[in-house]
């Protein structure tokens, strides 16, 4: 069975310096994976999704993520923490038998000025 | 830009209760789902619903779910007898086709059960 493991509940660093949220999965095959993010009373929004392709992956407002399959990590970063990057970060894993999306616990990004 | 709304975005209601929670997907999406996250837990996985019926459900969805396309924007999720655990966050999201990469999420909607 699937399942997602985000190794931090909470991360803080300061605004300028890079960001790191942990994430392993594991998985009977070669999975889909996603980082999705959640501001304060916003909906879900996907930051970015690996589907086999460029194990880096780019996604939107400067993060990236790398498919690590010797790993089973899936870590995403940016290399400079803005203010309005606050926020709670999902990393996802697709279900092998179905469509599904299976989630970690979360993590949230603090932001220091 | 499109996008999927939910309303209420706070719902309070009795024990016993039932409730509908309400989901406009985005237009041409042909593909919706229910997810939902209890306080301090993971989102989990309820329902999905393509062409008027349900393609999968999870284990949590038992009798007391039910889910409805009444019309040919909203999805609903009714839970006819509330009890104190199905306080949490509910998500609607829809999707062009039925794969996991294309789900775009509501904000929410916080039930709590009291």
């Known amino acids: 069975a699937q399942s997602v493991t985000q190794l931090d509940s909470h991360v803080s660093v300061s605004e300028g310096t890079p960001v790191l949220l942990r994430c392993n999965y594991s998985s009977s095959y070669s999975p889909s994976l996603f980082w999705y993010v959640q501001h304060p009373n916003k909906g879900l929004q996907l930051l970015l999704k690996?589907?086999?392709?460029a194990t880096l992956v780019k996604g939107i407002n400067g993060f990236e993520a790398e498919f690590k399959k010797s790993e089973t990590s899936f870590h995403l970063t940016k290399p400079s923490a803005h203010m309005s990057d606050a926020a709670e970060y999902f990393c996802?894993?697709?279900?092998?038998?179905?469509?599904?999306?299976?989630w970690g616990a979360g993590t949230k990004l603090i932001i220091k000025p | 830009e499109p996008e999927v709304t939910q309303t209420p975005s706070h719902q309070v209601t009795q024990m016993g209760q039932e409730v509908i929670l309400r989901c406009v997907p985005i237009s041409n999406h042909l593909y919706f789902y229910w997810y939902r996250q209890i306080l301090g837990q993971k989102v989990e996985f309820l329902v999905s619903?393509?062409?008027?019926?349900?393609?999968?459900k999870s284990e949590i969805f038992d009798d007391q779910f039910s889910v409805e396309r009444p019309d040919g924007s909203n999805f609903t999720l009714k839970i006819r007898s509330t009890k104190l655990e199905d306080s949490a966050m509910y998500f609607c999201a829809s999707g062009v086709s039925g794969s996991y990469n294309e789900q775009f999420f509501g904000p929410g909607t916080r039930l709590t059960v009291l």
């Open positions: 690996y589907t086999s392709a």
């Open positions: 619903f393509y062409n008027n019926e349900i393609s999968e």
């Open positions: 996802v894993v697709s279900s092998d038998s179905n469509y599904q999306l299976i």
